[in-house]
């Protein structure tokens, strides 16, 4: 990465979760992105957490999400991801190996941005061309 060039890194909702729970591997491996991009979520990331945090949570972890999510940069779902999340699931459903639709759209999201997607799931979206993960 060259220092003079804007680097997003998008956060996937299993890293976000952790976090939450203060699991040090990924506050380490987080602090340390901080100086070198600029971290990011996407829509259905955030809403991914949110409707655990609904679900499962409280007032107070409710608070702490919000916080967190507050601190990211969220992509959108937009026409163009959109039109790049259809393409990867149909490549995906040509070839056997299909993924969930809510990791398609969150890896096109990321995509569309030119970012990289920070996940615990490597091996998951490694199936996934043109996505670049850290």
Known sequence: ????????????????????????????VLEGLKEKAILCTTAYNAF?????????????????TTQLLDSLVIFPFDCQSSQRAARISSGLEKTGKLLPEGDIV??????ENGARLL???????GRIGGLKLV
């Open 48 to 64: 991914e957490v949110l409707h655990g945090t609904f679900a499962h949570g409280n007032a107070e972890e409710l608070h702490q």
């Open 1 to 28: 990465m060259e220092n003079n060039e804007t680097h997003y890194c998008v956060v996937d909702s299993d890293v976000i979760i952790n976090l939450m729970k203060k699991r040090s591997e990924f506050v380490g």
């Open 106 to 111: 969150i890896a096109a999201i990321t995509i």
């Open 119 to 125: 996940t615990g799931n490597k091996k998951h979206f």
